[in-house]
């Protein structure tokens, strides 16, 4: 422990001077050795023993993640570096491989300003590896490459020499192609990885060593040297001579750009706001005197001292007992601590100035997400756009009664702390409905549950969320309120995908200005009427207002919207949730008096008008897909081809590199419950395979009728497909 308050101390000296200052992540696809690295790194900063290294596996602290072997939450550690005589201060983040757990690397992009991308030398780029690059691109955080496990082609595929170097550049050449395809601008603005100019490190995060061009000129050791230290499989001393933290903070500091530079093009790309004003340039230039502008990123539970708020700093200094406010609340929050994380502890400091990455207790009502600042009307960051969606539901009920009220504020403060997490009260049965990112992203809530929160439930087999849709265009249909005072014209058509993208990407959203949010929608094919009509943005589904000059539609038009919400939240084919539906209101007459246009009157006719006009619409049902990647022996192809074949599956390549087949397909998520043990057993164990969220497809049409059939009945719901007419009023 002395060791680390040492740490602290040198910590808190560097803070205060943003230039000194590295905030990264570092990211890579499960298995590729990404908390070993981490591990590494903390032992060349004297905060663990080097014997321990790339065993002890520090940054996973949970119980949980060390019986599994993977890491499930992001870990934050500071660390200081010496550098060309100067020291500087590395604010890391260990992000988790699994897919199920990506919500955490998007929120740790927001945090950092650069990223260690580790690529297992054997096994080279994998659908994460793509996955996470194109967060840290889409968050403007710059990539530096880490390629990890170099020994094994060396050790285990007995490579040479020159055949390493080959394999090597390939790597590095298609993690450049990744690059220039998710964002040429930035490839060619110079963020390509380049072994010459220093920003690809090669090494063994398990035997602590790493080499770079740089270092090789640093330290005298050529490949050569390194192949041959691999072959008489002298780790020892090759990590003597090259240890890997300094080959790979080197790089870091060398190359990732520091909180002044980096929040200049960062500001812009997630604040809308206001460039030229006192907060704009406060944020800009990183100054720890302006008002606060700080950013939340995780929230995670201490038993002790209650919610604890991890999230970048942009602009100000944290110190306890500030009042700050928080947005989307009007009451004030007073912060009680604020400090640093070394990994699984967080130790408390006097203040934190603008650039670093500070964890904070006292926000109560902050949430993931949420933009913390001192002033009263800043404009909020733009919200954390996450790359996969809830594809999986079980339902959770406490084991005993008693347990009931307790788990309701158990759920509540899980879903604060994941918000990839979905929880909804099913009305008719009592259940809690968690929707999550695949099965053993809900093993692990649910263990949590139990093992930290001390309450006993029971969950269901995992279910699949599907998404209801539109294929053509339907209307005006007419909704009557109950009272007959008052009608909607409703139509509705598919939303051009382009326009969904960018919904998704976060390009568009009801926060940013309206004359570029116009702007853009016209540049992506909607007419300027309805680009000009836009009021409501509901996930991936729109609401236009196409009226002219209609009385009183103003102060109707919240409850208008909020039927139109509660349709997209449960849509009229089986109540599952709504994506790609472009909602226009063509007209409307409303009564005169305010007593006869209420919530009971409006929000039943806009909701109806909009379920009857969707169902007209050629309501679609559209399931979740996963990517299955398998890597298999020649000689076991066949069974794991007929294990996806078998599961509506569709295999999209099949490569072979020496005796293993390389085999990329898509399957439904539903049929891939079990799959694991299906797969080892096809394969007598001897696959290796992963999954990527690859987005949602129609349901073959003779499934259609069964599957909605089903889901109602799950539901409670009437039994049979819904027609237009149970929703009109005659």
């Known amino acids: 422990m002395g060791r680390r308050k040492k740490m602290v101390e040198r910590v808190k000296a560097l803070m205060s001077n943003p230039d000194m200052v590295r905030n990264i992540g570092i990211v890579a696809h499960i298995d590729h050795g990404k908390t070993t690295l981490s591990d590494n790194l903390l032992a060349g900063a004297g905060m663990i023993s080097q014997d321990l290294a790339g065993r002890q596996l520090f940054m996973d602290s949970d119980e949980e993640e060390q019986e599994r072997g993977i890491t499930i939450d992001s870990a934050n550690v500071s660390m200081v570096h010496e550098y060309d005589n100067n020291e500087y201060l590395i604010n890391l983040i260990d992000t988790p491989g699994h897919v199920d757990f990506g919500g955490d690397v998007t929120r740790a992009m927001r945090a950092v300003d650069g990223a260690v991308v580790v690529i297992d030398a054997v096994e080279g780029t994998m659908p994460q590896t793509e996955t996470v690059l194109r967060q840290a691109l889409k968050e403007h955080v710059r990539p530096v490459l880490f390629i990890n496990k170099v020994d094994r082609l060396i050790n285990e595929l007995q490579e040479g020499g020159q055949e390493m170097q080959m394999r090597l550049g390939k790597l590095i050449d298609l993690v450049n192609k990744l690059i220039k395809g998710m964002n040429e601008e930035r490839y060619k603005a110079g963020w390509k990885v380049d072994a010459t100019g220093g920003t690809v490190a090669f090494g063994s995060a398990l035997y602590n060593w790493a080499i770079s061009v740089p270092m090789m000129q640093k330290t005298g050791v050529s490949f050569n040297d390194v192949y041959e230290y691999c072959r008489n499989e002298d780790m020892k001393t090759l990590a003597e001579k090259c240890p890997l933290h300094e080959a790979v903070n080197d790089m870091v500091i060398r190359h990732l750009p520091s909180p002044i530079e980096a929040q200049e ?244 959203s009801m926060r940013m200005p309206e004359l570029e949010r116009r702007e853009l929608l016209m540049n992506a094919g909607m007419s300027k009427e309805g680009a000009k009509g836009l009021v409501d943005i509901y996930e991936s589904n729109i609401f236009l207002d196409m009226t002219k000059g209609i009385q009183y539609l103003n102060e109707t038009m919240e409850l208008i919207l909020e039927g139109f919400t509660e349709v997209m939240k449960e849509g009229p084919l089986a109540r599952e949730p709504c994506m790609g539906v472009k909602v226009k209101l063509m007209d409307a007459k409303l009564h005169e008096d305010a007593v006869h246009r209420g919530p009971a009157q409006v929000i039943p006719a806009s909701r109806q008008a909009i379920q009857a006009a969707m169902l007209l619409a050629e309501d679609v049902l559209f399931e979740p897909y996963q990517k299955v990647f398998i890597q298999v022996p020649q000689e076991q192809m066949g069974g794991a081809t007929k294990e996806i074949q078998g599961r509506r599956g569709i295999i999209v390549n099949m490569t072979s590199e020496g005796d293993t087949t390389v085999i990329e397909s898509k399957a439904p998520v539903s049929e891939l419950f079990g799959f694991a043990g299906d797969i080892r057993s096809a394969t007598e164990g001897r696959a290796m395979w992963s999954t990527e969220f690859a987005g949602f497809d129609s349901l073959p049409a003779n499934m259609v009728a069964e599957i909605v059939n089903e889901i109602r009945e799950r539901k409670g719901l009437k039994a049979g497909v819904p027609q237009p007419e149970d929703f009109l009023s005659m």
């Open 265 to 508: 093009g960062r500001v812009g790309a997630i604040w809308h706001g206001d460039k030229t004003s006192e907060i704009g340039k406060s944020m800009k230039d990183a100054d720890a005197n302006g008002d606060i502008a700080f950013m939340v990123t995780d929230i995670a539970m201490d038993p002790h001292a209650g919610e604890v708020a991890t999230g970048r700093l942009f602009s100000g200094s944290l110190t306890r007992g500030m009042e700050v406010n928080v947005s989307g609340t009007t009451a004030k929050n007073r912060i009680q601590q604020v400090g640093v994380f070394m990994g699984p502890e967080r130790l408390e400091v006097e203040k934190i100035p603008a650039g670093n990455i500070a964890a904070v207790t006292g926000l109560k009502d902050a949430i993931v997400g949420s933009t913390v600042t001192t002033l009263e009307d800043m404009m909020p960051f733009e919200s954390i756009q996450h790359a996969s969606e809830p594809v999986v539901t079980v339902a959770v009920e406490a084991k005993h009664m008693k347990d009931l009220p307790k788990l309701v504020e158990v759920l509540r403060q899980v879903a604060k702390e994941d918000p990839t997490l979905q929880i909804k009260l099913d009305e008719e049965t009592g259940e809690h409905l968690l929707a999550g990112m695949g099965e053993l992203h809900l093993e692990v809530i649910g263990h949590r549950i139990q093992r930290d929160k001390g309450v006993e439930i029971t969950t269901t087999p995992p279910i699949v969320v599907y998404r209801e849709s539109v294929k053509s265009h339907a209307g005006p249909v007419e909704g009557k309120s109950p009272n007959r005072h008052n009608r909607f014209y409703i139509e509705i058509e598919p939303l051009d995908p382009e326009i969904i993208k960018l919904i998704k990407d976060g390009e568009i």
